[in-house]
């Protein structure tokens, strides 16, 4: 049996590569369950300080695998318990991207739609070919893309969203970096080194610093503006009194590259 989701390590950076490449890396419970794990995992890994998503195919993730959804109609209850089971794990799963101690990179090539493109919303950052697509299209089918709207209205316009919400139109790479959703588009030959490139540069910080930032970003982001600066003074304080703060402050006074605590790597592997 093929796995579902593969992983390679190149330093302090994971690569998870979705891996149902026919099923246009739908996202079915199990799937959901296996990224999940994995970022914990990961989270928790003090050699790794980067994580990049990817994707096996032509697509990046086509969503909620249908077909499952599909034969859940046949059970007794013509599916609900199912769809309560998966609508709440994929969103812990969302969750767990946004809560995971590490930056989280998208690297998207092809098609993100419906939960494909909140996956890539959910991330920290997305790079993508300039052949990708994103599209929130349950509409089309009946089925709002209500879950998919939390992540996308967090990270483009109202009015953006809600016209994709609404139409659900195919947005272009370059539409999508002009809403926000992506950081960077690329082309599709060097999207992996160029996600790579983003990642190593990031995992290059101190690892401790990058925690601390990730975790304050997404907390005041959810307050008013006056408990955010305050919340964010408090931070810093925290922050500058940092080992790490000290060496870097230390260094860029020195004129001298920063030693972090926790830097060292492995040699990579696959």
């Known amino acids: 049996m093929t796995d579902i989701l593969l992983e390679t390590r190149n330093k302090t950076v994971a690569t998870l590569h979705l891996n149902r490449p026919a099923a246009r890396n739908a996202l079915s419970l199990e799937m959901i369950a296996t990224i999940h794990q994995s970022i914990r995992r990961l ?128 947005v272009s790479a370059d539409q999508a970096q002009s809403l926000g959703l992506v950081n960077r588009v690329v082309g599709a030959d060097t999207l992996e080194a160029e996600t790579a490139a983003l990642a190593h540069q990031i995992a290059a910080k101190s690892p401790k610093t990058l925690r601390i930032g990730k975790a304050a970003f997404y907390a005041q982001a959810e307050m008013r503006l006056a408990d955010a600066y305050d919340y964010a003074a408090r931070v810093m304080v925290e922050n500058l009194m940092t080992r790490d703060a000290n060496e870097g402050i230390g260094a860029f006074v020195e004129k001298r590259t920063p030693e972090w605590e926790g830097l060292d790597a492995p040699e990579a592997t696959e």
């Open 43 to 170: 989270g928790e890994d003090p050699a790794i300080h980067v994580i990049i998503l990817a994707a096996n195919g032509p697509a990046f993730s086509g969503g909620h695998d249908l077909k499952e959804i599909t034969a859940a109609r046949q059970s007794g209850d013509k599916g609900r318990a199912f769809f309560e089971e998966t609508m709440r794990a994929c969103a812990d799963l969302m969750l767990a991207i946004v809560h995971c101690p590490k930056p989280i990179i998208a690297q998207v090539q092809g098609v993100a739609t419906a939960a494909g493109c909140q996956l890539v919303a959910s991330c920290d950052l997305a790079v993508a070919s300039r052949d990708a697509v994103f599209a929130t299209p349950g509409v089309n089918i009946g089925l709002f893309c209500s879950t998919p709207m939390v992540a996308l209205s967090r990270n483009v316009s109202r009015k953006a969203a809600m016209e994709m919400l609404l139409t659900g139109d195919m």
